[in-house]
């Protein structure tokens, strides 16, 4: 049964499509399982009944909306969805006359793994209670708190300027249980170099430099990225750990001031590579006001270089 909220995506973006207000509406459809959603373009009032809200709507779309810079469209935004667009229009990759932003509450994500943790991989359902979700466990239901789901990203939830909207829908839910965004950096950050050097070893040495970070993330948007290898250069197919370590390094720095936390990378990483930390670490720099590199949560240069020689 679809949600009140489901169901008011899917009337607003039938009428938007059916009025000509717009050519494309950009949300979710649903997956090839329960706990995967996709992004979703419906063109007609009739395609707006494929869209879909749920407790894994958890991917920022506006990486796909980049695909639609062209042509009128609308988008449903989640907070922290919404912060990548002011973000991209601040740098003119989107022109905000062609645009309708419907703002949509959200008490935060769920990560689809914990879920199946909790529900020994037998997840038969999924529905929003209130603070608690609904795991539908075989022939069993089971009451979890919603808070001890929720993706990492989710943890200090931005707030999106209010004035961003052309409308909104529902009302504003409780904000997601404040955390600390930078827990993982601190605790990284407390580690011997060695120890943070071995860290980023054991998760960079799985790195193949399929570049899936680099081509989900909505900020990276340069046409020719001098960071990439070819995929014949013998760097890359040796996969040295110096070619591995620059790549990661400078397409932080190169974020630095871009990044809005929203976690694609390390969510799309087939190789499950902690890669929002080294991003996070930059962003606490610049909060603090500092930047020093004998704190990095991953090696300097010159530990890189030994390790390698």
Request: with cysteine.
């Amino acid at each position: 049964m679809a949600s009140l909220i489901e169901q008011q995506i899917r009337t607003r973006a039938s009428a938007l499509l059916a009025e000509g207000w717009i050519d494309v509406f950009v949300g979710y459809r649903q997956g090839a399982t329960l706990l995967r959603v996709a992004p979703f373009a419906a063109r007609t009032p009739a395609e707006a009944d494929r869209l879909v809200w749920n407790p894994v709507c958890g991917p920022n779309l506006v990486g796909t909306l980049r695909k639609y810079a062209g042509q009128r469209a609308g988008v449903a935004l989640k907070a922290c969805d919404a912060c990548t667009v002011v973000e991209l229009l601040r740098l003119h990759q989107l022109d905000r006359e062609r645009l309708y932003l419907i703002g949509v509450p959200c008490q935060g994500m769920v990560d689809p793994d914990r879920v199946v943790a909790v529900a020994a991989g037998r997840v038969t359902s999924l529905v929003e209670d209130g603070a608690e979700v609904l795991i539908g466990a075989g022939n069993e239901t089971l009451r979890h708190p919603r808070a001890a789901l929720l993706l990492a990203k989710c943890a200090g939830c931005p707030a999106a300027p209010p004035d961003l909207y052309d409308e909104t829908l529902g009302e504003a839910p409780p904000a997601p249980p404040a955390g600390d965004r930078f827990a993982a950096v601190r605790a990284l950050e407390a580690l011997a170099p060695a120890e943070r050097l071995a860290f980023w070893r054991q998760h960079f040495s799985r790195c193949t430099l399929c570049y899936a970070c680099q081509t989900v993330c909505p900020l990276c948007f340069c046409k020719e990225c001098a960071l990439t290898l070819e995929r014949d250069d013998p760097r890359r197919l040796a996969r040295e750990p110096a070619s591995v370590f620059a790549y990661h390094l400078m397409r932080a720095f190169h974020l630095a001031e871009r990044c809005t936390g929203c976690d694609e990378c390390e969510r799309v990483c087939p190789e499950d590579i902690p890669l929002s930390l080294i991003c996070r670490k930059l962003e606490l720099d610049r909060l603090e006001g500092t930047s020093r590199v004998a704190a990095l949560p991953f090696p300097a240069p010159s530990e890189v270089a030994g390790e390698v020689s």
